[in-house]
C-alpha cells in the first residue's frame, strides 16, 4: 500500500470566544492517498471548513487555536513547522480554492497580477515568464483569449469564470493536493458541472489529490473516490463511495440519503430527520446524534457514552454504538487508499466545449 | 475619463451657485440694511461722499431693485464667464463673453478686495498644506500598529486617548498652548504670534550669519499652529484606517492571499491596505471643512493674517463685499478638494468606472 | 482547568444572554429585547458609563444650576419679615425643568409605562409647568407685544395666536391625561410641546432687569439682615462684584473656589449657569438636524428618482458650505439669539443623517416586508416611519450621539470669537476671556476648557460605544 499525502491524525480546533469556547472539530482523523479525491460531507457548521482551514493552519490565531493533533504531510508535521516554512506549503505543496469566488479576488489588482504574485513566489522564474505561466494556467481552465484577460479586473468577469481563475491561480504551482472547500455552491447548476468536470481532468493530468468538501451528495457521488461524513465535530463516517452509497452505516447518513427526494418514487411527505443540528456550544452529551436518531430506542448509553469510529467492516468506518460490530472492531483511523472505477461519462464527449483541446497552446 | 472630468467639474458649478445664493440672501435679508449699516458706520461722510458710495452700492448691487436680481448682478461681476457691457435692450447689445472676475472693493480697507484675498490665502494655504499630509501619514501609520495589536492593551488605550484627542476643542488647546508654551511668564519655547519674526525681511534663508535664518525661522513659528490644525484630524483618521484596516482583514480575498503563502507583511501592506484605503479617501474629503473651521480659530488665537480672520474680521466690519468674495473662495477651495478627492477615488478604485 | 460535562475536558463556560446566530437552537430563549440589549451593550464598557456618568452630572447642574448658584438668598429675615428672594427671580424655565426631571425619572424607575408614552407624560407635565408659571407674566407680555415692533406679524395677528394658543393651553390642561396613557403617545408629545415651542417664540425676552445683586451683601454687612440662607455657590452668573472690585480677575481663592472673571463675576457660577447652554444647544440643535435629515433621507431613499437628484443637490450644497462661516455670517447679520442659534446649527447639520437614511431606505425599500407594506396598501407615513425607519434608525443614532458634541463645540467656537450669547455665560466665550489683562489667566483657561472637552469627550465615548454595540460585524472581529 502507497504511503498516504496527507495523514491527519486526532485534530482538534477550538475557539474562544466571549460566549465560552467552542470546540468545532474534535478528534478528527483520516489519510488522503496521492492522486485520491476525499470528500468531507455534512451540513453547514460540522465543522468541516475549520477542519480544511486548519491543514493550511489559516485559522486566525485569537480567537481560534489546534488545540491538539497533527497534520502530516510525507512525514513532517505540518502544525509544528515554523510559519516561514509553512508559507512555502500554502500555495506549493497544498493549495485552496473557496466557496464565494465573487469575493475572494482582490479587487484592486488584476487577475495576471493575482496570479503572477503566487507564481512569482514559489517559483523561480523571471516576471516574463510569469506571465507566460499565468497565460497558460488560464488556457488550460478554459478561459479564452487569455492574453487579455489577464489585464482584467475581478469586477468584469462572472462568478464562473472567476472560479476558473481561483483554480488557475491555485494549480499554477503544480501543487499535490487541493482543497477546494465548496467549489461550486455559489454557482449555477450548469456551471457546477463544468467546474467540477474541469477539476476532475485537471487532477488526472497532474496526478493531483483533491479534499473536496461539500454538503451536496450528488457532487461526491460523481466526483469523489472516499468519503468522510462530519456530524457535529466528528467524523462518524468513513468509507469508499461505493460503499457509503450501497451500504450506509451510520443513522446519520442514514438520514442524509432517505431525505433525497427519488425520481418516480411518489412519496407525499418527503422523509426528514427530525430535530436540527446541535449548537456548538451546548453539545449534546453521549452521542452528539442522539437527540436525533431513531436507532436510540431508549439505550442509555447512546446518551452517555460517545461512540468512537471503529473499522466496522473492511474499509468502512463507523461511529455508532449500533452499527453491527461496533463494539468488538479496532479503533483505527481511517486510511483508504482507494480509487473509483472511472465510468465513462457521456460529459467527457463534450469535452472540447468545455476544456481545451489536446493540441499545444501557442500564446 | 476626459468627459468625467468635464462633467464633474461642471457640476461644480451649481453647487456653488446654490451655496453662495444661500449666503447672499442669509445676508441680504437681515433686519438691518447693508446700505444703512455701511453707511452708518461711517457717519460723518460728506454728503458727496455718501452720495458717491450710494451710487456704487447701487450700481454694483442694484440696491433698489429685487433681491434675486442683486444677487446675479453680483454673480455676474464676480464670475469669469458673464456679461461684459450691458447695452439698453436684451440681449441684443449686451456682450456675454469671459472677462475678470470683478471681487469689488473693500469698505474697510479702501482697497479692491483681490490683493487683499491674494496676500492672504498663501499664508492659509500653507498652514493647510503643511498639516494634512502630516495628519494624513500620521494616521496611516498609527492606524496599521493599532490594527497590528488589535485587542491588546497598547490597542485600546490608544484607541480611547485618540478619541480624546479628537474630542479636544481647538479653541482650548490653542490658547492652552499659546498660553503655556508661548508665554514669558511659564515657557517660551515658542514664539506668540504671526508666521514670521519681524526681523525676517532680512534674514538670509538658511541659517548662517548668527541667524536662524528664515526657514528654521518660519518653520519654528509654524509649529503651534500646524500642531492645532494636525491632531484632531489625525486622530479621527487613525482610528478609521484602524477601522478599515481590521474591516478589509476579515474579507475573503485576504484568505486567499495568505492560502497563496504571502507572508503576513505582504498581506497587510500590499493587499489589505490598498483596500482599506479607499474609504479614506472619502473621508478625507469630509474633514476639509473642519481644517476651515480650525484655521478661522488657529489664525486668530496666534495672529496669523489668513483667510480665517479675514472671514471675522470682514463681518465685524461689516464689509460685505470682501466678506461674500472670501467665502466664495473658501467655497470653491473647498469644493475643489472634493472634486480632487472624487477623482483620486476614481483613479485608485478599479470598480468605479467613467461613465 | 476542565470542568468536565463530557466535552473531553475543555474549559467551557456557559453561554449566557441569547444563542448565537448560525446554526440554529432550542436550548436558549432571547431574554432581552433588542433595544435592551443595544443600550446594554453600549453601556458595558467602563468608558462609556464615566461618559454617561458625565452626562447624568451635566444634566443635574443644569436642571438646579439657578438653586445652587444664585446671589439671590433662599430665604432671609429683613426687619422682621421672612422672604425668599430667589423664589421670586426664578424664570418660569427654572421650575419646568426640575419639574420635568423628577417627573422623568419617577418614570424611568417605576416603568409602568412604554418610552413613547413616558415621553408624551413628561411633556405634559412641562406644558403644565410651564402654563402655569408664565401665566401670572402674561399682563407684563401684553403689554411689552403692544409697545413692540413686531416686523413678522402684525400686533393684532399675535394677540390672536395668543389667544388661540392659551385656549389650546387649557384644553390640554384638562383633557388630556384621558389621553395620554392608552396611545397615540408621540402625538400627544408633539402636542403638547407645540404650544410650548409656540410660547417661547412668541413672548418676546424679557427685557433685563436691572437687579442689583450687591443689596444683599451690602444690607447683611449693614446689619439690616438678620438671618439668611445662601444657595450654595451665593453668587449669580451676572453678578459682577460691584461692591468688592478688587476681587476682578482673581485666581482660585477662599469664596471664589475657580477664580472671578475681568469683569468681576465667579467663574464656578458662571460655569454652572453655562451648562445649560451647551446640553440644550445640544440637544434641540441635534433635535432638529436628526428631524429634518430624517425627513429628506427618508422621501430621497423611498422615492428615488427626480426627489433623489434634488435631495442630492441640496445635500451638496449644505455640505458645501463651512458652517461655522455660515452661523457667524448669520450671527453678525441677524443677532445674537439662542433659538435662532439652535436652529441655524440644526439646519447645518443634518445632511450627514440625511445620507445614512437615504442609504438604509435606498436598501430597504427592496426588502420583502416593505413590498408586503405597500401591498397591503399601508398609508405612506405608516410605511416610512413605522416600518422602515426603526430598521434604518441604528447609523442615526450614533451620529446624532456624535452630533451633540459637534454642536456644542461649534457653539463654543462661535462665542470664542466673539459672536455668542451676550446675557448667558458660555464656556467657550470664557475661554476667550483667558488672555485679557496682562498676562495668561490660567484659571480662566483651563476650567471652561476642560468642562467643553470633558463633555464632547462623555458624548463621543457614548456614541463609540453606541457604534460598536449597532454594528453587526463586531461579532466576527475579535
Redesign the interface.
Known amino acids: 500500500m502507497a504511503q498516504p499525502l496527507l495523514e491527519i491524525r486526532d485534530l482538534t480546533v477550538g475557539f474562544d470566544t466571549d460566549r465560552g469556547w467552542i470546540v468545532p472539530v474534535r478528534n478528527v482523523s483520516f489519510c488522503i492517498y496521492p492522486g485520491q479525491t476525499a470528500a468531507l460531507v455534512g451540513e453547514s457548521g460540522c465543522g468541516k471548513s475549520v477542519t480544511a482551514l486548519s491543514i ?1 493552519r ?1 485559522i486566525a490565531e ?1 480567537p481560534g487555536r489546534i488545540l491538539s493533533g497533527q497534520v502530516l504531510m510525507e512525514g513532517r508535521d505540518l502544525l509544528a513547522l515554523p510559519e516561514t516554512q509553512m ?6 505543496d497544498i ?2 480554492i ?1 466557496q ?1 469566488p465573487m ?7 488584476t487577475i495576471g497580477d493575482q496570479i503572477m ?2 507564481i512569482l ?2 517559483q523561480h522564474v523571471t516576471a516574463r515568464e510569469a506571465r507566460d505561466i499565468a497565460e497558460r494556467s488560464l488556457y488550460d481552465v478554459g478561459i479564452a483569449d487569455p492574453g487579455r484577460r489577464l489585464n482584467e ?1 475581478p ?1 468584469q468577469m462572472s462568478g464562473g469564470m472567476r472560479q476558473r481563475v ?1 483554480i488557475a ?1 491555485a494549480l499554477s504551482c503544480k501543487p499535490k493536493l487541493l482543497i477546494a472547500d465548496e467549489p461550486t455552491t455559489a454557482l449555477d447548476v450548469t456551471i457546477q458541472a463544468q467546474i467540477l468536470e474541469l477539476l476532475r481532468k485537471l487532477q488526472r493530468q497532474a496526478n493531483m489529490a483533491m479534499l473536496l468538501i461539500t454538503h451536496d451528495l450528488g457532487v461526491v457521488a460523481e466526483n469523489a473516490d472516499v468519503v468522510g461524513v462530519m456530524y457535529a465535530s466528528r467524523i462518524v463516517e468513513y468509507a469508499t463511495v461505493e460503499d457509503l452509497f450501497d451500504r450506509p452505516a451510520h443513522p446519520y447518513t442514514e438520514g442524509l440519503f432517505r431525505s433525497v427526494p427519488k425520481l418516480g418514487n411518489l412519496a407525499e411527505r418527503l422523509a426528514t430527520i427530525p430535530g436540527t443540528v446541535p449548537n456548538p456550544a451546548h453539545f449534546p452529551s453521549g452521542c452528539k446524534f442522539h437527540p436525533r436518531c431513531h436507532r436510540m430506542e431508549g439505550d442509555a448509553k447512546c446518551g452517555q457514552i460517545e461512540p468512537s469510529l471503529r473499522e466496522v467492516a473492511g474499509s468502512h468506518w463507523a461511529a455508532c454504538h449500533h452499527v453491527p460490530n461496533h463494539a468488538s472492531s479496532p479503533e483505527t483511523s481511517p486510511r483508504l487508499d482507494h480509487r473509483r472505477e472511472v465510468v465513462a461519462m457521456a460529459t467527457e464527449d463534450l469535452g472540447a466545449d468545455v476544456l481545451p483541446s489536446a493540441k499545444e497552446y501557442r500564446p | 475619463m476626459l468627459s468625467y472630468l468635464i462633467r464633474r467639474i461642471l457640476l461644480i458649478v ?3 451657485i ?2 453662495t445664493a ?2 447672499f440672501f ?2 441680504a435679508l ?3 440694511s447693508i446700505t444703512d449699516a455701511l453707511l452708518s458706520r461711517e457717519g460723518n461722510l460728506q454728503p458727496g461722499e455718501r452720495k458717491a458710495r450710494e451710487e456704487y452700492l447701487n450700481r454694483r448691487y442694484g440696491l433698489n431693485k429685487p433681491l434675486p436680481v442683486q444677487y446675479f448682478r453680483w454673480l455676474n461681476a464676480i464670475s469669469p464667464v458673464g456679461v461684459k457691457e450691458k447695452g439698453p435692450g436684451f440681449p441684443a447689445s449686451w456682450k456675454v463673453g469671459v472677462k475678470w472676475p470683478d471681487l469689488g472693493n473693500s469698505f474697510k480697507q479702501a482697497r479692491p478686495v483681490g490683493p487683499i484675498i491674494l496676500e492672504a490665502l498663501p499664508v492659509t494655504l500653507l498652514i493647510q498644506t503643511i498639516s494634512m499630509p502630516l495628519s494624513i501619514a500620521i494616521a496611516i501609520t498609527s492606524g496599521i500598529w493599532a490594527a497590528k495589536h488589535r ?1 491588546k492593551l497598547q490597542d485600546v488605550a490608544t484607541g ?1 486617548v485618540l ?2 484627542l ?7 488647546v490653542a ?2 498652548l ?3 508654551l508661548a ?1 514669558v ?2 515657557l517660551k519655547w515658542f514664539p506668540a504670534a504671526g508666521l514670521h519674526d519681524p526681523r525676517a525681511g532680512s534674514m538670509s534663508f538658511f541659517p548662517g550669519h548668527g541667524s536662524a535664518g528664515y526657514l528654521l525661522d518660519s518653520l519654528w513659528h509654524l509649529v503651534l499652529p500646524v500642531t492645532c490644525l494636525t491632531y484632531g484630524s489625525f486622530a479621527f483618521l487613525s482610528k478609521l484606517t484602524r477601522a478599515s484596516l ?2 478589509t482583514l ?4 485576504i ?9 503576513e507583511r505582504v498581506v497587510l501592506y500590499r ?1 489589505a491596505l ?2 482599506s484605503l ?1 474609504p479614506l479617501i472619502t473621508v478625507f474629503a469630509g474633514i476639509l ?1 473642519a481644517m ?2 480650525g484655521s ?2 488657529v489664525e ?1 488665537v496666534f495672529s496669523v493674517a489668513g483667510m480665517g480672520r479675514l ?2 474680521d470682514s ?2 466690519a ?1 464689509d460685505r463685499e470682501l ?1 461674500l468674495s472670501v ?1 466664495t473662495i ?2 470653491l477651495l ?2 475643489t478638494g ?1 472634486l480632487l478627492m472624487d477623482i483620486a477615488y476614481a483613479i ?4 468605479v468606472s467613467y461613465e | 482547568m476542565s470542568r468536565g460535562d463530557g466535552n473531553s475536558g475543555f474549559p467551557v463556560r456557559p453561554a449566557v444572554g441569547y444563542a448565537p446566530g448560525g446554526a440554529m437552537s432550542d436550548d436558549l430563549p432571547l431574554r432581552r429585547t433588542y433595544l435592551q440589549h443595544v443600550v446594554h451593550d453600549t453601556l458595558v464598557p467602563v ?1 462609556s458609563r464615566l461618559g454617561l456618568a458625565w452626562v447624568v452630572c451635566l444634566a443635574f447642574f443644569a436642571v438646579t444650576a439657578p438653586f445652587i448658584a444664585n446671589s439671590h438668598p433662599i430665604l432671609m429675615q429683613e426687619a422682621g419679615r421672612w422672604s425668599s428672594p430667589m423664589l421670586k427671580s426664578l424664570e418660569p424655565a427654572d421650575i419646568v425643568l426640575p419639574v420635568a426631571a423628577i417627573a422623568a425619572a419617577v418614570l424611568l424607575v417605576r416603568r409602568k409605562l412604554s418610552a413613547g408614552q413616558g415621553l408624551g407624560m413628561v411633556a405634559w407635565v412641562s406644558a403644565v409647568t410651564y402654563a402655569a408659571t408664565a401665566w401670572p407674566s402674561a399682563p407684563q407680555y401684553y403689554a411689552t407685544l403692544r409697545g413692540a415692533r413686531l ?1 413678522l406679524m402684525s400686533a393684532w395677528a399675535a394677540w390672536t395666536l395668543l389667544r388661540f394658543v392659551g385656549a389650546m393651553v387649557v384644553m390640554m390642561i384638562v383633557l388630556l391625561p384621558i389621553f395620554v396613557l392608552p396611545r397615540r403617545a408621540t402625538m400627544v408629545a408633539g402636542a403638547c410641546l407645540a404650544p410650548l415651542v409656540v410660547l417661547t417664540l412668541v413672548f418676546p425676552v424679557r427685557p433685563p432687569e436691572l437687579v442689583v445683586y450687591e443689596r444683599y451683601r451690602q444690607k447683611e454687612g449693614s446689619g439690616q439682615i438678620t438671618f439668611v440662607l445662601r444657595a450654595m455657590v451665593p453668587y449669580s452668573a451676572n453678578d459682577r462684584l460691584r461692591d468688592q472690585p478688587e476681587l476682578r480677575l482673581t485666581p482660585p481663592r477662599r469664596g471664589h473656589p475657580l477664580g472671578t472673571e475681568p469683569n468681576g463675576a465667579d467663574v464656578l457660577s458662571r460655569m454652572i449657569h453655562a451648562s445649560r447652554i451647551a446640553l440644550s444647544i445640544g440637544f434641540i440643535a441635534t433635535g432638529i438636524a436628526v428631524v429634518v435629515g430624517v425627513i429628506v433621507g427618508g422621501l430621497m431613499g423611498y422615492f428615488v428618482g427626480t426627489v433623489d437628484l434634488l435631495g442630492m ?2 445635500i ?2 449644505f ?8 452661523l ?3 450671527t ?4 445674537r439669539s439662542l433659538y435662532l442659534m439652535m436652529a441655524v446649527i440644526g439646519m447645518l447639520s443634518w445632511t450627514g443623517d440625511a445620507r445614512f437614511i437615504r442609504a438604509e431606505f435606498l436598501k430597504l425599500r427592496k426588502e420583502d416586508f416593505v413590498q408586503a407594506a405597500v401591498a397591503a396598501g399601508l398609508p405612506l407615513r405608516s410605511i416610512l416611519f413605522r416600518h422602515m425607519l426603526p430598521n434604518g434608525i441604528a447609523p442615526v443614532l450614533v451620529s446624532a450621539s456624535f452630533g451633540v ?1 459637534s454642536a456644542i ?1 461649534l457653539e ?2 462661535l462665542s ?3 459672536l455668542g450669547l451676550v446675557d448667558e455665560p458660555s464656556w ?1 466665550q470664557m ?1 476667550n476671556q ?2 485679557e489683562g496682562s ?2 489667566n ?1 484659571w480662566i ?2 476650567f471652561p ?2 468642562a ?2 470633558l463633555t ?2 462623555a458624548y ?2 457614548v456614541g ?1 460605544s453606541l457604534r460598536d454595540a449597532l454594528d453587526p ?1 463586531l461579532l ?3
Open positions: 493550511l489559516l485569537p508559507r512555502s506549503v500554502r500555495g506549493k493549495a485552496m473557496f464565494e469575493t475572494s479576488l482582490n479587487p484592486v489588482f504574485e503566487a513566489l514559489h479586473y469586477h481561483m491561480m | 451649481p453647487t456653488l446654490g451655496a444661500l449666503i442669509v445676508m437681515a433686519p438691518v485587542g480611547t478619541l480624546g479628537w474630542s479636544l476643542p481647538v479653541i482650548w490658547v492652552m499659546i498660553g503655556y508665554n511668564h511659564y481590521l474591516d476579515g474579507a475573503d480575498f484568505r486567499t492571499a495568505r492560502a497563496k503563502g504571502l507572508s493587499h490598498r483596500n479607499l471643512p476651515i473651521t478661522i480659530v486668530k472671514v471675522i463681518l465685524l461689516q466678506f467665502a473658501t467655497l473647498q469644493l472634493f485608485a478604485d478599479p470598480r | 468608558a416686523e443637490r441640496l451638496e450644497i455640505q458645501a458650505i463651512p458652517r461655522l462661516v455660515l457667524v455670517a448669520i453678525a447679520s441677524y443677532g458634541a463645540l463654543s467656537t470664542f470669537l466673539g467657550g475661554l483667558a488672555r498676562g495668561f490660567w483657561a483651563l476648557g476642560a467643553i472637552f464632547v469627550f463621543n465615548l463609540e460585524k466576527k472581529r475579535e
